[in-house]
């Protein structure tokens, strides 16, 4: 992954439900703290119950990430809370932060509130995009949810992520497909895709984009 | 190249009850379900599904949406969560009274009152024994998985169609917002659906007298009649509809007993026990009413050692597991509450403790 992507201040990981934000920003935070000793990332998720960064806060920490939660007692709760802190990392010169958005129209919503904050940041914005899930399988549907969720959230999206998967039944023509899928909104949106996420036990996908292999944080026990 | 695409099981039953021929949702949000609405509002608009999609100011709202839908023998859906499933309860008795056929889903999460929004089987007496008034069923499934909840979904519709009996797709919360590869079924053709033109509010034209659909009866012959017909109704459907999966049961003398997701994390224990050198199997009930009594009294048999039921719930279904072994084999259970997801290792620990 090229320097000029991590160097930014401020990472922020939007799309739609179900994309794969978590697993994305997770998995930059781990690969951001081994490049750099400060690193914090925000769960700012308003909208998912489960499968959530807050879930895997205690891993994170392990790693000297800094994992940034509502208050305690309000993590199972059905409100959208954002810690103050997430506006007070942002404006840390010491501290990397990554922002881990909830999906969709109401989960984007919250960019608008960090707004003060985010203007004067150098802050990156990543669309990340299964070409496999409903309402992001075409081209056309990919290209006007970049340009809904941004309006609301009063942001440009700064570059895409290739995510396309069926978890361990992904296929090499699914993934060429969903990557050059995503080229071509690439394309015509003129947003730089910077990497597409491979799970890191498929050595046998080859990707047409930068390769991020990823280990699966949001699975289930059993 | 799969068919597959990557769905949330919300997701995946709102889909599948689209391909099987339902143009009518009614709805009213809350966790952990409200991607269904949410699904519905988009899709249903759509040109290829040309369908309706209507928020509900409430639960209450929504269920007499179905009776009214539902009355027109056309398929209808909605969904809730456990308070809001509560809040249903006297329409589902209405509507099994008036035998008419829909389809509910409940995606159970932690209780009772508002509880808490994490997955829970606390449901499984509400769902089973009839949480309205007065002597009814409903059919009811319990899948694992998403493709299986695809495939019952499907099913749920045909079935209510063909018995004019609400059906009941009873998931927890992680089956709801877990996600999975699924593969669904092409689009139902609509023409081809049961038409219920004999007794529907479809229109007179004129033509003929107006039908009636209703559960009132002031005549009590005439109500034991309408009682005495539902519940040769219901003896057909025990007959024809039990469902369950055998895993691992051959040569088992531990027989774990489980539904839903449990039933799925269960098979991962009975994989731990017989590395173990214990001999388990699952037995899993899909059909949670009928229950497969019969078939699981099958394995009261002298070289089973132990039924070891699952639940995330105090103990609910066990009391099916216990009619249907009738003291012939000890029967144990193991459980958490309140939105708690046991591992499969706290669970093989318990069997443990037991064998």
């Known amino acids: 992954m090229g320097n000029r992507i991590t160097d930014h201040k401020v990472h922020i990981f939007v799309g739609m439900f179900g994309s794969g934000k978590t697993e994305a920003a997770i998995n930059f935070s781990i690969r951001m703290r081994n490049i ?65 958005v909830g999906g969709n129209d109401d989960g984007i919503m919250v960019i608008g509130s960090l707004n003060n904050f985010l203007q004067n940041a150098d802050a990156a914005v990543y669309f990340v995009i299964n070409t496999m899930r409903p309402f992001t399988d075409s081209e056309e549907k990919i290209s006007s949810h970049i340009d809904r969720l941004s309006q609301k959230a009063r942001i440009n999206v700064n570059y895409l992520i290739c995510n396309t998967n069926i978890v361990e039944q992904t296929s090499q023509g699914d993934l060429t497909l969903g990557e050059k899928m995503v080229m071509r909104v690439s394309q015509n949106k003129n947003i730089p895709v910077a990497f597409t996420m491979v799970n890191e036990d498929r050595k046998d996908l080859q990707t047409l984009n930068e390769r991020f292999e990823i280990k699966r944080f949001m699975k289930t026990e059993w | 190249m799969s068919g597959k695409v990557m769905v949330k099981g919300t997701e995946a039953i709102a889909e599948a009850a689209i391909r099987a021929g339902c143009r009518l949702y009614f709805g009213y949000p809350i966790t952990p379900q409200s991607e269904l609405p949410e699904y519905m509002a988009r899709r249903m608009p759509e040109k290829e599904v040309n369908g309706v999609f209507l928020q509900a100011e409430s639960e209450v709202a929504a269920v007499n949406m179905i009776y009214g839908a539902a009355c027109t023998g056309k398929r209808s859906l909605t969904s809730t969560s456990s308070p809001g499933f509560s809040l249903m309860q006297e329409s589902m008795s209405y509507l099994a009274g008036a035998e008419l056929p829909a389809v509910f889903v409940n995606v159970v999460r932690g209780g009772p009152g508002l509880g808490d929004i994490q997955p829970a089987q606390c449901d499984y007496f509400q769902a089973t024994k009839g949480g309205g008034h007065g002597d009814y069923r409903l059919l009811v499934y319990g899948p694992e998985s998403l493709q299986e909840a695809v495939e019952l979904t499907v099913k749920a519709f045909d079935k209510a169609d063909k018995y004019r009996n609400p059906v009941l797709l009873l998931a927890d919360g992680l089956l709801g917002q877990m996600m999975e590869p699924v593969e669904f079924p092409d689009f139902s053709n609509l023409e081809k659906l049961e038409k219920h033109s004999s007794w529907a509010l479809q229109g007179t034209e004129l033509e003929r007298k107006a039908h009636k659909v209703t559960s009132f009866n002031i005549d009590p012959v005439g109500l034991e009649k309408m009682n005495l017909n539902l519940q040769k109704k219901y003896a057909e459907m025990e007959k024809n509809e039990k469902m369950y999966e055998e895993y691992m049961m051959d040569d088992a003398e531990v027989v774990i007993v489980s539904y839903g997701t449990i039933g799925r994390i269960a098979k991962s224990v009975a994989k731990m026990a017989r590395n173990k050198g214990i001999k388990a199997g699952v037995f899993r009930p899909i059909t949670l009413w009928p229950f497969p009594y019969a078939e699981l009294a099958k394995w009261a048999k002298k070289e089973t050692k132990l039924f070891f039921t699952v639940e995330m719930s105090a103990g609910q279904m066990i009391e099916d597991v216990r009619l249907a072994v009738e003291g012939r084999c000890p029967v144990k259970f193991y459980g958490r509450m309140g939105g708690m997801v046991p591992t499969p290792t706290e669970i093989f620990d318990k069997l443990m403790e037991l064998v």
């Open chain 1, 36 to 100: 750099f000793d400060k690193v914090s990332i925000a769960d700012i998720d308003i909208i998912s119950p489960y499968f959530r960064t807050r879930d895997k806060a205690e891993f994170l920490e392990n790693k000297d990430i800094k994992v940034i939660l509502p208050p305690k007692i309000y993590l199972n709760a059905d409100l959208p809370i954002i810690s103050p802190a997430v506006g007070g990392y942002i404006s840390n010169p010491e501290y990397k932060i990554i922002l881990d």
